[in-house]
Nanobody, 121 residues
Framework: QVQLVESGGGLVQPGGSLRLSCAAS????????MTWYRQAPGKERVLVAQ???????TYADSVKGRFAISRDNAKNTVSLEMNMVKPDDTAVYYC???????????????WGQGAQVTVSS
């Protein structure tokens, strides 16, 4: 199995910055993409940013130019640098990873427990 643990959430003022981190652990052969999702109160969960094992990135239009995703394949970690945050960025942020766990023939998506980010003055 794969365990994901997020850190770095909290309260930040509009226009400020915050960095989320996520570490993967467990028994797995490989991790493919690592992706951040978020879910705001009363809204559906949506993709925020994704990075492949090769470093290719994808962003939601709402965060392009403000957020940056990065990963360290050697440490099995992924980070989300959030800049120029807005109240609309308030949500629970989930780290996910598509991985093939040892003992399984197929890949699966694993989820962290979520980190609350609140943007407010």
């Amino acid at each position: 199995q794969v365990q994901l643990v997020e850190s770095g959430g909290g309260l930040v003022q509009p226009g400020g910055s915050l960095r989320l981190s996520c570490a993967a652990s467990g028994s797995f052969f490989r991790i493919n993409d690592m992706t951040w999702y978020r879910q705001a109160p009363g809204k559906e969960r949506v993709l925020v940013a994704q990075i492949t094992s090769g470093g290719r990135t994808t962003y939601a239009d709402s965060v392009k130019g403000r957020f940056a995703i990065s990963r360290d394949n050697a440490k099995n970690t992924v980070s989300l640098e959030m800049n120029m945050v807005k109240p609309d960025d308030t949500a629970v942020y989930y780290c996910t990873a598509e991985a093939q766990a040892i003992g399984r023939l197929t890949v699966a998506r694993y989820w962290g427990q979520g980190a609350q980010v609140t943007v407010s003055s």
